[in-house]
């Protein structure tokens, strides 16, 4: 099983960055995805996620709401976080992950992880 992130890079406050990751191994529209953060010093957050099958069931963290989109791919297994409007306070390591739980926003309730890709924003 491997999920590849990707797409992260430096950006000025108000740019717009669009994450992928695509997930190999595993029957990709069987998963729930979900897109986490980590800043340096700070513990890994919920950022956003979709639901298996066709992901008309998204959830986002609040500070986030209207900036950022989580999509779904299931023809390509791949999974996007498109990010606008972005802040300083965006600045981390951002993870891809799967999981068949049931759709929620804890880290311990998504087996497969990605390795990260880097979202720097400058003010």
């Known amino acids: 099983v491997q999920l590849q992130a990707s797409g992260g890079g430096l950006v000025q406050a108000g740019g717009s960055l669009r994450l992928s990751c695509v997930l190999s191994g595993l029957t990709f529209s069987a998963y729930n995805m979900g897109w986490f953060r980590q800043a340096p010093g700070k513990e890994r957050e919920f950022v956003a996620a979709t639901n298996s099958g066709s992901g008309s069931i998204t959830r986002y963290e609040d500070s986030i709401k209207g900036r950022f989109t989580i999509s779904r791919d299931n023809a390509k297994n791949t999974v996007h976080l498109q990010m606008n409007s972005l802040k300083p ?7 891809c992950a799967a999981s068949q739980a049931i759709l929620v926003s804890l880290p311990s309730a ?3 992880w990605g390795q990260g890709t880097e979202v720097t924003v400058s003010s």
Request: aromatic share 40%.
């Open 110 to 112: 998504y087996k497969y």
């Open 89 to 95: 306070e965006d600045t981390a390591t951002y993870y």
